[in-house]
């Protein structure tokens, strides 16, 4: 069973970039699509971007100018930056893998990362 | 930034059925063709439920079913029970990418 580890700093600083890393153990990258999705507290879920095993990304296009996605097969993680970063930012950031090889829609989650912007 | 709208809240006595709607504002009727739900406990990550509309991954009781009709997709829990009281979240294609609903919970009387 595939599993998901997300990480991350934290605590980010308003204007800073964040950075989140999922690392992927019992399963290949190659196949699939890497979601990251985030939850602000007490809110619902936001879809933030994919990446396909090849490199081929997708955004969400209230957040494209200021998000990278990207994945590594060598060291089997999935990465996630976000520029710029506001309070707006806080939430708990997800790695979700798509449920079968070839579709997007997420099949398997990580625990989350929480994040909160503050200075 | 939603383009998918779902009842804030619905609610059912155990033993009865409810049904979650989600609306979507695309106008291509195919996009709904991919309609997953998601259910989601307090602090917890979310459960794949439903996919392609109406399909149950291994594991997902049977009291759990999905429907399309137009622009609109449907998610029926039948037979409610007590651990089905959660907060429930469409997803689908909206055009040139994907989205969630706003989320629905679900509470049991």
């Known amino acids: 069973q595939v599993q998901l580890q997300e990480s991350g700093p934290g605590l980010v600083k308003p204007s800073e970039t964040l950075s989140l890393t999922c690392a992927v153990s019992?399963?290949?990258?190659?196949?699939?699509?890497w979601n990251w999705i985030r939850q602000p507290p007490g809110k619902g879920l936001e879809w933030i971007a994919y990446v396909y095993f090849t490199g081929t990304t997708n955004y969400n296009p209230s957040l494209k100018s200021r998000v990278a996605i990207s994945v590594d097969t060598s060291k089997n993680q999935i990465s996630l930056k976000l520029r710029s970063v506001s309070a707006a930012d806080t939430a708990v950031y997800y790695c979700?893998?798509?449920?079968?090889?070839?579709?997007?829609?997420?099949?398997?989650w990580g625990q989350g990362t929480p994040v909160t912007v503050s200075s | 930034q939603s383009a998918l709208t779902q009842p804030r809240s619905v609610s059912g006595s155990p033993g009865q059925s409810v049904t979650i709607s989600c609306t979507g504002t695309s106008s291509d009727a195919s996009d709904y063709n991919y309609v997953s739900w998601y259910q989601q406990y307090p602090g917890r990550a979310p459960k794949l439920m439903i996919y392609d509309v109406t399909k149950r991954p291994s594991g997902v009781p049977d009291r759990f079913s999905g429907s399309k009709s137009g622009s609109s997709a449907s998610l029926t829990i039948s037979g409610l029970q007590a651990e089905d009281e959660a907060d429930y979240y469409c997803w689908s294609y909206a055009g040139t990418f994907w989205v969630f609903g706003g989320g629905t919970k679900v509470t049991v009387l």
């Open positions: 979700a893998r798509g449920y079968s090889a070839s579709r997007v829609f997420p099949g398997f």
């Open positions: 019992g399963g290949p990258i190659s196949g699939y699509y």
